[in-house]
């Protein structure tokens, strides 16, 4: 056997593996084109034509739109600000509890705060990560409002379940997709299978305009009261004649026409580059086959994986090795990636720890010194943020998931081949890690 990298021996590889980046010709003339006009944006923050941006953010939605077979798509500046509206147009308030995900972005779950709803954790299915939804039923009570399901690492959630439940209780699903582009759900696209869907167009997705997002809904008063979140509804309700006036306090989540011009040149690369994360994963899958105590992700029935990470089910009393030492191995075997050199190389154990065990759920402050809306007055719900609430998040995180992007394009074969070679040698060196007396 050879001596691994992590104990002086040499690494598979050092050259650095190349960088992540969809960004071509095609996005440099579009953000040309609009620097050149003048118009870098068309928004008004009033009842007026320009109230829905300008020629750019208006095709971007068109695009987006017909792409995920949805009637409306907004855009937004942010994935965050795509939730935060969503939430508000669901008519969350003080009182009301939304059920999230602990093992996700802290936005997915703040977005409930934000609105003074209060954030329930059900716990997520260890073979995807996503929400279970039989631990959604077991949280759903008479404060239930909403139902905010991630499509974590690129998979989706199991849908049909989660939406039995919403219509018995009449909550609002929305999907946070934003790592979940052009994944499917029973040939369904994601982002359409609840009543909203948030996608995030932030620098490291898989396409992205900077900064940005998009909603989707098949829901015109949904739409609407989206669009007037996105840019100062409080002062555009009276002369638009919106007699609904829950939550329209306005904020301004409007995308520039730059970013929507990047927007609709990435939107035509996503099929083709989420493909070749499908193809990268499957052959080195294929490599990675029959390593002891590593699972492989497992889509849903009839379902297409986006493969934001390759998530890797890792069981260690199998090996006898802690996870830890197992991705500090990887680590010390493979070379850092274009453009992230900062961040070593692209291996990592566990994902986030679960959010309730940050200090805002531990605590219970939220806003002001009251601590809306935990023990906000119109709150008559106890909810239960310790430790142990979500056995499978924690699991995941502090023992079993090991997760990489060292599938993403433009990986080549011969990148993959390292990839795997590295794997290899270090479950083939499993008894010098079981023996080791400290891992550097």
Not at 270 to 283: I, M
Not at 339 to 356: A, D, F, I
Not at 413 to 434: G, I, P, Q, R, S
Request: charged share 20%; glycine share 8%; net charge negative.
């Amino acid at each position: 056997m050879t001596k691994l990298a992590l104990f002086d021996g040499s690494p598979v590889r050092t050259k650095p593996f190349p960088a992540y980046k969809p960004i071509g010709e095609e996005e440099v003339a579009a953000a040309k084109a609009v620097v050149e006009s003048g118009v870098l944006s068309a928004y008004l923050g009033a009842w007026h034509d320009d109230f829905y941006g300008g020629p750019q953010v208006r095709a971007f939605e068109a695009d987006w739109a017909k792409a995920y077979q949805a009637k409306h798509a907004i855009s937004v500046n942010s994935c965050t600000s795509g939730l935060y509206a969503s939430v508000g147009a669901a008519g969350v308030g003080p009182g009301d509890e939304v059920i999230v995900s602990p093992y996700t972005m802290s936005a997915s779950a703040t977005a409930a705060i934000v609105f003074n709803g209060v954030p329930v954790f059900a716990d997520i299915d260890p073979q995807t990560y996503c929400l279970d939804p039989k631990s959604i039923q077991a949280r759903i009570t008479e404060r239930t409002k909403a139902i905010i399901v991630v499509h974590i690492f690129g998979q989706s959630a199991d849908m049909d379940p989660i939406m039995e439940l919403a219509d018995q209780h009449d909550l609002t699903v929305i999907e946070d997709c934003a790592q979940a582009p052009c994944a499917t759900y029973k040939g369904r696209p994601v982002g359409t299978l609840g009543h909203l869907g948030v996608f995030s167009l932030n620098y490291h997705k898989h396409i992205h305009s900077g900064e940005g997002g998009m909603i989707t809904t098949n829901d015109d008063g949904l739409a609407d009261r989206c669009q007037l979140i996105r840019n100062h509804g409080e002062a555009v309700v009276e002369a638009k004649g919106t007699k609904n006036l829950v939550n329209m306090i306005g904020f301004n989540f409007r995308l520039g026409e730059i970013e929507a011009a990047i927007g609709q040149a990435q939107l035509k690369k996503a099929p083709d580059l989420v493909s070749q994360r499908q193809n990268n994963v499957a052959y080195l899958e294929n490599k990675l086959s029959g390593l002891p105590g590593l699972g492989m992700p497992k889509a849903q029935e009839k379902s297409a994986h986006a493969y934001y990470v390759h998530a890797l089910d890792y069981d260690p009393s199998v090996t006898g090795v802690v996870r830890e030492t197992i991705v500090a191995a990887l680590r010390a075997e493979l070379p850092v990636s274009e453009m992230r050199e900062r961040e070593g190389t692209l291996v990592s154990g566990g994902y986030v720890k679960p959010l309730y065990l940050q200090p805002m759920y531990r605590e219970l402050v939220g806003y002001g010194t009251v601590s809306c809306p935990f023990t906000c007055p119109h709150y008559g719900g106890t909810v239960d943020y310790s430790e142990g609430i979500c056995p499978e998040a924690e699991a995941a995180h502090n023992t079993t998931l090991i997760s990489h992007e060292l599938m993403r394009p433009p990986m080549t074969e011969t990148d993959l081949d390292d990839v795997a070679n590295a794997f290899h040698k270090v479950f083939e060196n499993l008894d010098d890690l079981k023996n080791a007396k400290a891992v550097p």
